[in-house]
């Protein structure tokens, strides 16, 4: 699974650390220090995440994909796998208005559980897909 | 996208075509006030990108254009013209529900997305968890398209937003910077000295961290007809360009 590639949504440094990572887990080095200096507190809750194996991957025959994470309230998030986007309410406010933080944990999760290969797989149809990334709008608290 | 806009500019001058590449290229904000000519630059686009050989352009605007503007730089050839597809999204909800069923689309993918009047999706939804969603799911469409074209070749985007006068309220300040979050690359569009009938702007083209800024005057004159002159590279960086252009210079 590529990390997304393209649009310049991340700063460098954090595309630079997420292949840092990759090469830790190759390694078996430990993520956590590192991760925590970047990114405080949602470096433990992504792990969490990941560990839960709450991160799932859907992708439609057009090869349209997005991505899922289950959050810890037990409600379901989405995240676009082309671009820096998550629908939770901690992205639209500390990343999006208030811009102190890079990423919320759900998208931490997303790229984490590229790097570890443990995202879970879905496949739906092109017109469930269409369903999941128009349901996104209204999820909004 | 910056290379088919770099190549519409340059099509007036003496600069020789731009590079041939089509290989991913970050997605372009084109901005100016109101009048100053982004349809035509969009339109230019469009025509440059069909004349291309490749796949078609997908024009998203809210209501058809009043006319096609005149004389854009590529040839207005039927055939190119053939390859434009307009579609006319007519609220927010329907251009989002466009965007979240583009692949469903069969047919070839386009090579090109365009959207123009950003700001007229914006209003009605004005939280900024929207805007971006509106501007992510932009990229996720384009990256969908790129992914269907092939590799190396991909789908550009360009999406014209019409900024405020000076001293808008701050929300918009706060609603461009998110913009430009998900578009590194920009096109700012604005009024220059003019002549008697003529509307002259310079076009100044931030290729997003991928080359140095650009600039060109684009003039329109009285029935519509656009040229455009490149500025001269050397003038751009010492002291005869005075005042109007604050900020970015090496």
Wanted: charged content about 20%; some cysteine; hydrophobic content about 40%.
């Amino acid at each position: 699974m590529a990390a997304p590639t393209g649009p310049l949504t991340l700063p460098a440094v954090v595309e630079e650390l997420l292949s840092e990572m990759a090469a830790a887990v190759r390694d078996g080095a430990p993520l956590l220090p590192r991760l925590k200096f970047v990114f405080g507190s949602s470096a433990v809750q992504a792990l969490d995440l990941v560990d839960r194996q709450s991160v799932t991957l859907i992708s439609s025959p057009s090869g349209r994909r997005v991505y899922q994470v289950l959050g810890s309230s037990g409600r379901t998030y989405t995240c676009l796998a082309s671009c820096h986007y998550c629908s939770c309410p901690a992205f639209a406010f500390s990343v999006l208005r208030k811009g102190d933080s890079l990423l919320c944990k759900h998208l931490l999760a997303v790229y984490l559980s590229q790097v570890t290969r443990t995202c879970q797989q879905l496949s739906v149809s092109d017109k469930q897909l269409t369903d999941i990334l128009s349901a996104e709008k209204t999820q909004e608290a | 996208m910056a290379e088919t806009l770099r190549r519409v500019l340059n099509l007036g001058s003496a600069a020789g075509p731009g590079k041939n590449t089509a290989e991913a290229e970050p997605p372009l904000l084109l901005l100016g006030g109101p009048g100053s000519g982004k349809t035509a630059l969009l339109f230019a686009a469009a025509l440059e990108a069909a004349g291309e050989g490749r796949g078609p352009v997908l024009f998203l605007t809210r209501r058809p254009l009043q006319s096609l503007p005149r004389r854009t730089g590529p040839a207005l050839e039927p055939l190119r013209l053939q390859k434009i597809r307009f579609q006319y999204p007519p609220s927010t909800r329907e251009l989002l529900r466009l965007l979240c069923s583009a692949h469903e689309a069969r047919g070839p993918a386009p090579s090109l997305l365009l959207l123009d009047g950003l700001e007229e999706y914006l209003v009605e939804d004005p939280g900024s968890q929207e805007a971006a969603y509106l501007a992510a799911l932009l990229l996720d469409t384009a990256v969908h398209f790129s992914h269907r074209v092939g590799p190396g070749r991909g789908c550009g985007l360009i999406v014209a937003l019409q900024t405020q006068e000076e001293g808008g309220a701050s929300g918009n300040a706060l609603q461009l910077a998110l913009l430009q979050r998900y578009f590194p690359a920009q096109c700012w569009l604005q009024p220059d000295a003019a002549g008697p009938g003529q509307c002259c702007l310079r076009a100044s083209l931030e290729p997003g961290g991928l080359g140095p800024r650009e600039e060109w005057w684009v003039t329109f004159q009285p029935d519509g007809e656009m040229t455009i002159t490149r500025w001269p590279t050397q003038l751009v960086d010492t002291s005869l360009h005075k005042g109007s252009s604050s900020g970015g210079q090496p």
